[in-house]
């Protein structure tokens, strides 16, 4: 008499829940870093607008986070106005931010296919 037993344990779901926390880190990591960066380029008069940028992690859940500029003229002196050029300090800081970003994304990326 011969008794076989096996088990197979399926590591899918504990794999997709390492690879969602690692993102949920990334994504903190970023939009920390882009708000530390825009805070140091952004032009400073009273310093309303370089404390107004903060990060929104709410909806971190769903894999996504903001880095918003709370003051009502933010988008003036990112943009400029008629009166006035513009004096970006975002854009910058998220593109600096948004390419270390996007490898360590397509680092995770390559991990979850290589499973």
Excluded: H
């Excluded at 882009?34 to 769903?62: F, H, M, R, W, Y």
Aim: hydrophobic fraction near 45%; charge should be negative; aromatic fraction near 6%.
């Amino acid at each position: 008499m011969s008794i076989t037993i096996e088990t197979t344990i399926d590591r899918s779901k504990l794999v997709t829940q390492a690879l969602q926390e690692a993102a949920k880190l990334a994504i903190t990591k970023a939009c920390f870093d882009t708000q530390a960066k825009a805070q140091a380029i952004v032009p400073v008069d009273t310093g309303n607008l370089k404390n107004s940028i903060q990060v929104d992690l709410s909806e971190l859940e769903e894999l996504s986070g903001e880095v918003v500029p709370q003051a009502e003229y933010a988008v003036y002196v990112e943009f400029g106005t008629s009166k006035m050029p513009a004096q970006p300090y975002m854009t910058p800081a998220a593109e600096e931010v948004g390419a270390s970003f996007v490898e360590v994304m397509e680092r995770l990326m390559a991990a979850e296919l290589g499973n």
